[in-house]
Nanobody, 116 residues
Framework: QVQLVESGGGLVQAGGSLRLSCAAS????????MGWYRQAPGKQRELVAG???????NYADSVKGRFTISGNNARSTVYLQMNSLKPEDTAVYYC??????????WGQGTQVTVSS
């Protein structure tokens, strides 16, 4: 059983910062890839940022230059530093891990609310 636990969400004013954390536990021996997704009310879940085991990163255009993903795939931990937050960043943020076997695991989500 693999479990992902996220933390770090909350309420922040526009222009502020938050740091999300995600750690995996259970029968997982590293990750092929990890990433952060978000889902706003009435919208589809979208990729925010991804991190491969080789250290490559990718970002949604809407967050480039403001968000930074980091982590340790061998330890199945991933972080998302979010700066210059905007009200449109308000969403539930989910951590995702893809194992070396190709299985996807999701966290329970953490709410990020940015007030104007």
């Amino acid at each position: 059983q693999v479990q992902l636990v996220e933390s770090g969400g909350g309420l922040v004013q526009a222009g502020g910062s938050l740091r999300l954390s995600c750690a995996a536990s259970g029968s997982i021996f590293g990750a092929n890839a990890m990433g952060w997704y978000r889902q706003a009310p009435g919208k589809q879940r979208e990729l925010v940022a991804g991190l491969t085991s080789g250290g490559s990163t990718n970002y949604a255009d809407s967050v480039k230059g403001r968000f930074t993903i980091s982590g340790n795939n061998a330890r199945s931990t991933v972080y998302l530093q979010m700066n210059s937050l905007k009200p449109e960043d308000t969403a539930v943020y989910y951590c995702k891990l893809t194992s070396w076997r190709g299985n996807d695991y999701w966290g329970q989500g953490t709410q990020v609310t940015v007030s104007s």
